[in-house]
């Protein structure tokens, strides 16, 4: 039998030594780990729209170009935090706003943390919200046919199994019942990912995956361990991707992304898609997030949406 467990105890170490790290006493929650970005600056924005109704994170963030009547190609972002913390209005969200001067709508999705919910919730919430966003394109001024999904740490894991999953049938059926509508996107980044837990060496010991999976024995489900790695559900229906990862990741080893990229190109070709690796670069580095790499991003994206017209 599956134990479930819940890791209050542990979550509430995290907090107080971030808050100490930081010297910040406003850090009280695990959303607050990773800071809020100020958003009274943009003007031409609708937040906290619901895609679902099961939980208060199930909510998404949509800001828009200040020109266009649309319909505007969607950059969606995922943002990460070990499953257990971080938060749609975060700092990291932030440069990628710098794709609204280029045309687009930029979105950012909320989903439920562990404890609160369990894997392969978070996985369910991303499909449905996507689901969301194509079934509403037009309300809010989307191209359901131009939505690329973005993804760091965590959030890449979330978002590449999301991804992955639609071309094998896995956690297909819609927490809302919008399967009429597609959850894969037109072009995939991730960031950093942490995809093949066991590669790390420690996971059976590490209390964050047993929080999200919401189990101590995590070799008592293996099974559901294989299937919860994007890259078990690579196919040559792979949708265009774009990893990057740090030589330098102290958190998650580089290895992680030239495996996906490896099982990627083996079932779908290299024709359309990149690995880079970057020097002297650590996890969730400032370098990824300049302005210049935001822009490799974008780069990527268009190209993609052009070669599919």
């Given at each position: 039998m599956?134990?479930?467990?819940n890791?209050t105890?542990?979550i509430?170490?995290a907090?107080?030594?971030t808050?100490?790290?930081?010297?910040?006493?406003s850090?009280?929650?695990?959303e607050d780990m990773i800071?809020?970005?100020?958003h009274?600056?943009y003007?031409n924005?609708i937040l906290?729209?619901?895609?679902g109704?099961?939980?208060?994170?199930?909510k998404?963030?949509?800001?828009?170009p200040?020109?266009?009547?649309?319909?505007?190609p969607?950059?969606?972002e995922?943002?990460?935090?070990?499953?257990?913390?971080g938060?749609?209005?975060?700092?990291?969200?932030?440069?990628?706003?710098?794709?609204?001067e280029r045309?687009?709508?930029?979105?950012?999705?909320?989903?439920t943390?562990?404890?609160?919910e369990h894997y392969?919730?978070?996985?369910q919430?991303?499909?449905?919200?996507?689901?969301?966003?194509?079934?509403?394109?037009?309300k809010?001024k989307?191209?359901?046919?131009?939505l690329?999904l973005?993804?760091?740490?965590a959030?890449?894991?979330?978002?590449?199994?999301?991804?992955?999953?639609c071309?094998?049938?896995y956690?297909?059926?819609?927490l809302?019942?919008?399967?009429?509508?597609?959850?894969k996107?037109?072009?995939?980044?991730?960031w950093?990912?942490?995809?093949?837990y066991?590669?790390s060496?420690?996971?059976?010991?590490d209390?964050?995956?047993?929080?999200?999976?919401?189990?101590?024995?995590?070799a008592?489900?293996e099974?559901?361990?294989?299937?919860s790695?994007?890259?078990?559900?690579?196919?040559?229906?792979a949708?265009?991707t774009f990893?990057?990862?740090?030589?330098?990741?102290?958190v998650?080893?580089?290895?992680q992304s030239?495996?996906?990229?490896?099982k990627?190109?083996e079932?779908?070709?290299?024709k359309r898609?990149?690995l880079?690796?970057?020097?002297q670069?650590?996890?969730?580095?400032?370098k990824?997030?300049?302005?210049?790499?935001?822009?490799?991003?974008?780069d990527?994206?268009?190209?993609?949406f052009?070669s599919?017209?």
């Amino acid at each position: 039998m599956v134990t479930k467990l819940n890791f209050t105890e542990q979550i509430k170490k995290a907090i107080e030594q971030t808050a100490l790290n930081r010297k910040d006493e406003s850090i009280v929650t695990a959303e607050d780990m990773i800071p809020k970005m100020d958003h009274a600056k943009y003007q031409n924005k609708i937040l906290d729209i619901p895609y679902g109704g099961r939980t208060q994170k199930e909510k998404l963030d949509i800001y828009y170009p200040e020109t266009g009547d649309g319909p505007f190609p969607v950059f969606v972002e995922v943002h990460g935090g070990g499953w257990y913390f971080g938060q749609k209005n975060s700092v990291e969200f932030e440069p990628f706003l710098a794709g609204l001067e280029r045309g687009f709508a930029c979105v950012s999705l909320g989903y439920t943390l562990s404890p609160e919910e369990h894997y392969p919730v978070p996985v369910q919430e991303i499909k449905a919200a996507i689901r969301f966003l194509r079934k509403n394109a037009e309300k809010y001024k989307l191209d359901p046919d131009r939505l690329a999904l973005w993804g760091g740490s965590a959030g890449a894991h979330l978002a590449g199994l999301a991804a992955a999953s639609c071309d094998t049938g896995y956690l297909e059926e819609d927490l809302f019942g919008n399967d009429a509508y597609s959850a894969k996107p037109n072009a995939l980044i991730l960031w950093y990912g942490c995809f093949g837990y066991n590669n790390s060496g420690k996971m059976e010991k590490d209390w964050v995956y047993q929080n999200f999976f919401g189990c101590e024995d995590l070799a008592s489900i293996e099974e559901e361990l294989r299937l919860s790695n994007p890259v078990e559900h690579l196919t040559e229906k792979a949708c265009p991707t774009f990893l990057q990862h740090g030589r330098e990741d102290t958190v998650v080893p580089y290895r992680q992304s030239v495996v996906y990229y490896e099982k990627l190109v083996e079932k779908a070709g290299e024709k359309r898609n990149r690995l880079e690796l970057l020097d002297q670069c650590d996890h969730a580095d400032e370098k990824l997030f300049a302005q210049d790499n935001i822009a490799k991003v974008f780069d990527f994206v268009e190209n993609v949406f052009s070669s599919t017209k």
